[in-house]
T-cell receptor
C-alpha cells in the first residue's frame, strides 16, 4: 500500500522569505500523481500544485514550485516570497495511475507566516 | 471557491439523532467522494461514487450511509453515531487527475 509522510508537523517563516515543506512517499508504481493541497482556517481544501510522475520537469505555479525526486520518492514544496495568506495546513497527497481514484494523504504541515 | 458546496457547515447531534450531510457540485464531474478528517490524523477516504454507483467503501461502519441520487449530489446519512465520529467531513469531486474539495461539515456528536 502507498504511504505519504510529512515529517514536519509545523513550520514557520518570515514574511517575504522562502520556505520548503518536505514530503516523502512509498509506492511500487511507476505511473502516479502527486499533489500539494492547502487548507486554511476556513477549512476549504485548495489544490496548490500537481506533478505527474512521468514528467521530469518540476511543476511551478507562480510562487509555488516543487522539487520532485522520483528515485528518492521525495516531493517537496517551495513557497517563495511568503505572504500572510499562505498560512495554512499543507497536505501532500498521492494518487496512483491507470484510473486510480483514491488519494492518500500525509499528516499535514502547519505553516505559520511571521510578519 | 472550488464549485463544490456542502451543507450544513456545522452540525451538533446527539447519539440517537438521525441527520444528513449534503454535497453538491455542478461542475460536470462524475466521481464524488466522502472523506473524514479527524484531529491529528490524515484524511481518511470513506466512500467513492462513480456515475452514481458506489465503487469504494473503505470499511466504514454502517452508521454512515451514503446516497448518490445523481452525479451532482451526494449525501451522507448519519444515525446512532458515537462521540469519536466527531470530525470534519469533506466532500470532493473528481475531474481528470484532480479532486476538488468542498468546505466541509464540522460534526460534533454529543
Amino acid at each position: 500500500a502507498q504511504t505519504v509522510t510529512q515529517s514536519q508537523p509545523e513550520m514557520s517563516v518570515q514574511e517575504a522569505e522562502t520556505v520548503t515543506l518536505s514530503c516523502t512517499y512509498d509506492t511500487s508504481e511507476s505511473d502516479y500523481y502527486l499533489f500539494w493541497y492547502k487548507q486554511p482556517p476556513s477549512r476549504q481544501m485548495i489544490l496548490v500544485i500537481r506533478q505527474e510522475a512521468y514528467k521530469q520537469q518540476n511543476a511551478t505555479e507562480n510562487r509555488f514550485s516543487v522539487n520532485f525526486q522520483k528515485a528518492a520518492k521525495s516531493f517537496s514544496l517551495k513557497i517563495s516570497d511568503s505572504q500572510l495568506g499562505d498560512a495554512a495546513m499543507y497536505f501532500c497527497a498521492y494518487r496512483g495511475g491507470q484510473g486510480a481514484q483514491k488519494l492518500v494523504f500525509g499528516q499535514g504541515t502547519r505553516l505559520t507566516i511571521n510578519p | 471557491e472550488t464549485g463544490v458546496t456542502q451543507t450544513p457547515r456545522h452540525l451538533v447531534m446527539g447519539m440517537t439523532n438521525k441527520k444528513s450531510l449534503k454535497c453538491e457540485q455542478h461542475l460536470g464531474h462524475n466521481a464524488m467522494y466522502w472523506y473524514k478528517q479527524s484531529a491529528k490524523k490524515p484524511l481518511e477516504l470513506m466512500f467513492v461514487y462513480n456515475f452514481k454507483e458506489q465503487t469504494e467503501n473503505n470499511s466504514v461502519p454502517s452508521r454512515f450511509s451514503p446516497e448518490c441520487p445523481n452525479s451532482s449530489h451526494l449525501f451522507l446519512h448519519l444515525h446512532t453515531l458515537q462521540p469519536e465520529d466527531s470530525a470534519l467531513y469533506l466532500c470532493a469531486s473528481h475531474y481528470g487527475t484532480t479532486q476538488y474539495f468542498g468546505p466541509g461539515t464540522r460534526l460534533t456528536v454529543l
